[in-house]
């Protein structure tokens, strides 16, 4: 069975602090990986996804089999980065995403 | 945003009532999905549609029902709320450029069973 697990509910940086949100899922087979954003008063919307292997707002996640870890980064926070983050996973085959729990990230000014 | 509204967008019920929600959309993408989000529990797959009077459970499918009857219209039924089914409510298509996993969500619909 798959699960995707994002054990910080909270966290918290400075602007321009490096920030990491972590993910980790189980799976056995090949997952796609993927990271979807919340912001205030907004809809849920793709951040980005493994397979692309892009940079989006700053933003970096690195999917590392090994570890079953797909973890977010970004090298300098910024304000507008505050929002609601969730990591997903699709199985082999599947046309429907798992989520996690998801992590709410403040960068304090 | 895509073309997704859902409505109502808050509604406020009593135990043992019928709800529907409904999500339209204007995109002519083939799959629809339902999810609840509730703290703690992140987004919830309710169920999933891949095309016309097709659809399939989910991971929360107890005490909802759905129905697809054209491509842009996807209703949740929920037969008779329970105060266990207030939660925010996302209706999500898939199937455009960015492939069947890229999926785009609606605005939420609140609903709170008293």
């Known amino acids: 069975a798959q699960r995707v697990t994002q054990p910080e509910k909270l966290l918290s940086v400075f602007k321009g602090a490096p920030v990491e949100l972590k993910c980790n899922y189980s799976y056995s087979g090949s997952p796609e990986l993927f990271w979807y954003v919340q912001y205030s008063r907004q809809r849920l919307q793709l951040l980005l996804r493994h397979i692309s292997r892009e940079s989006i707002k700053g933003f970096t996640a690195d999917l590392n089999k090994g570890e079953t870890s797909f973890h977010l980064k970004k090298p300098f926070a910024q304000e507008e980065d505050s929002a609601m983050y969730y990591c997903a996973l699709s199985s082999t085959g599947a046309n429907n995403l798992f989520f996690g729990t998801g992590t709410r990230l403040t960068v304090i000014p | 945003d895509a073309g997704i509204t859902q409505s109502p967008r808050h509604k406020v019920t009593e135990t043992g009532t019928p709800v529907t929600l409904r999500c339209h959309q204007t995109?002519?993408?083939?799959?629809m999905y339902w999810y609840r989000q509730d703290p703690g529990h992140g987004l919830r797959l309710i169920h999933y549609s891949y095309g016309v009077k097709d659809t399939d459970k989910g991971e929360v499918s107890d005490g909802y029902s759905v129905s697809r009857s054209k491509t842009e219209d996807f209703l949740l039924t929920l037969e008779s709320a329970t105060s266990s089914q207030t939660s925010v409510y996302f209706c999500a298509i898939s199937g455009g450029t960015g492939g069947y996993n890229e999926q785009f969500f609606g605005p939420g619909t609140r609903l709170t069973v008293l």
């Open positions: 995109e002519n993408h083939r799959y």
